[in-house]
C-alpha cells in the first residue's frame, strides 16, 4: 500500500509528500527493495543527486544481482555524474545479468556509440535489443537514427 501510495503522490506531482511516504517506509523496514526506488525518486524527481548516489549504492550492496538497478544506476552515473568509466561498467553489469532485456542493450549500445563512437558494438547492441522488442520505442528511433546517421542506409532506417 505505501509503496502504492508513493507513485499516486509522485504522479501528482506531491514530491515532499511523497518523499514522506518513502522515510516512513524505510524506517518500517531500513532494506527492503524499495531503496531503490527512492534512490530513482530522488534522483529524477527531488534531483538530490547526494543522497540519490547514497541510496543507488545502498540498494546495490542489498541487491548486487539486480539488472534493472545497475542500468537505472549507468543513467545516473552517465548523466548526472559524468562518470563515463562508471557508467560503462554498469551498463555492461545490466547487460550480463539480463542479455535479453531490450531497454539494456539499447541504452548500452546508446552510450557506446554516443560516448565512445564505437558504432560497431553499438550496431551489435541495437540489433540485439530490437530483435528483442521491435516495439521498443526509444531502441527503434536510436537504431534508426544510427543507421541514418552512421550508415547513411535511409531505406533501413525507415
Known amino acids: ?13 506531491k514530491y515532499d509528500k511523497a518523499e514522506d511516504v518513502y522515510v516512513e517506509i524505510m524506517n518500517m523496514d531500513p532494506l527492503g527493495y524499495y531503496i531503490s526506488d527512492y534512490a530513482v525518486f530522488l534522483h529524477r ?21 539486480q539488472a534493472s538497478l ?14 563515463v568509466g562508471g557508467a560503462e561498467q554498469h551498463y555492461k553489469r545490466s547487460v550480463e545479468l539480463n542479455p535479453k532485456n531490450a531497454d539494456a542493450l539499447g541504452n ?14 553499438a550496431e ?21 537514427l544510427f543507421l541514418s546517421e552512421e550508415r547513411r542506409e535511409y531505406r533501413e532506417a525507415e
Open 70 to 83: 545497475h542500468l537505472k544506476y549507468a543513467g545516473f552515473l552517465r548523466h548526472v555524474r559524468r562518470d
Open 124 to 144: 551489435k547492441l541495437y540489433k540485439q535489443a530490437v530483435q528483442l522488442d521491435d516495439t521498443h520505442t526509444n531502441n527503434l528511433c536510436n537504431y534508426g
Open 1 to 13: 500500500f505505501y509503496l502504492f501510495a508513493c507513485l499516486v503522490l509522485d504522479y501528482l506531482g
Open 108 to 121: 548500452y549500445a546508446s552510450f557506446l556509440h554516443g560516448v565512445y563512437n564505437n558504432t560497431t558494438q
Open 45 to 65: 524527481r527531488k534531483r538530490d543527486y547526494d543522497k540519490a548516489q547514497s541510496f543507488y549504492s545502498k540498494a546495490l550492496l542489498q541487491w548486487p544481482d
